[in-house]
């Protein structure tokens, strides 16, 4: 079965540093979306993707953060100038554009910063 | 109030009770309806999709109420292996955005 993929599994920065967060979505999606989950919250959805461009953001997703598809495959969030309350686990997911079908969710990465 | 409120338990039950959870949304128009389960730490997982006539998945059944604004997820003969948090998960119709519940932790108990 076909399933998302996301990398590296786990990311210990610095504060204050950049990190990239790598996303393979399934391969005939066309939706894609980054969320976040601080331990013992809540998932947060961060941003939604569609036809290369944002297609909604929430709060959370300020100037701080920027999500990129750079070529056919890969689905990327961009964190610059980390801070300590980043540290969560970040999943990616996809589906297809066809209505009321569900999100399939990659795995995660777990985001450390220190 | 929350685009959608679950009930966070938790909710500890034995092995072959049956146990329900129920979930509120907020948006009338919302248009689609997903039960995940997530284990610790790990990523969420698709339960079932909920269809407005309601739809059952083995030991799983999910029921959809429009006019109260409520679904639930019914789990028959509980396992061990159920023991997971529960999300629900709506989409607003407004656009591409989902929303999910807190969760409900389940735990059965041998």
């Known amino acids: 079965e076909p399933e998302v993929t996301q990398t590296p599994s786990h990311q210990v920065t610095q504060m204050g540093q950049e990190v990239i967060l790598r996303c393979v979505p399934i391969?005939?999606?066309?939706?894609f979306y980054w969320y976040r989950q601080i331990l013992g919250q809540k998932v947060e959805f961060l941003v939604s993707f569609y036809n290369n461009e944002i297609s909604e953001k929430s709060e959370i997703f300020d100037d701080q953060f920027s999500v990129e598809r750079p070529d056919g495959s890969n689905f990327t969030l961009k964190i610059r100038s980390t801070k300590l309350e980043d540290s969560a686990m970040y999943f990616c997911?996809?589906?297809?554009?066809?209505?009321?079908?569900?999100?399939?969710f990659g795995d995660g990465t777990r985001l450390s910063i220190l | 109030r929350k685009e959608v409120e679950q009930d966070p338990g938790p909710f500890n039950v034995p092995e072959g009770a049956t146990v329900a959870f129920n979930c509120t949304y907020s948006n009338s128009a919302s248009q689609s309806f997903f039960w995940y389960r997530q284990d610790c730490r790990k990523e969420p997982k698709l339960l079932m999709s909920v269809y407005s006539s309601g739809n059952e998945d083995g030991r799983f059944t999910a029921q959809l109420n429009r006019a109260s604004q409520y679904i639930s997820l019914l789990i028959r003969d509980s396992k061990l292996s159920d023991s997971a948090t529960y999300l629900c998960?709506?989409?607003?119709?407004?656009?591409?955005?989902?929303?999910f519940g807190t969760g409900t932790s389940l735990t059965v108990i041998p």
């Open positions: 997911a996809s589906r297809t554009d066809i209505a009321n079908q569900p999100q399939h």
């Open positions: 998960v709506v989409n607003m119709g407004t656009g591409n955005q989902f929303y």
């Open positions: 391969s005939n999606h066309l939706y």
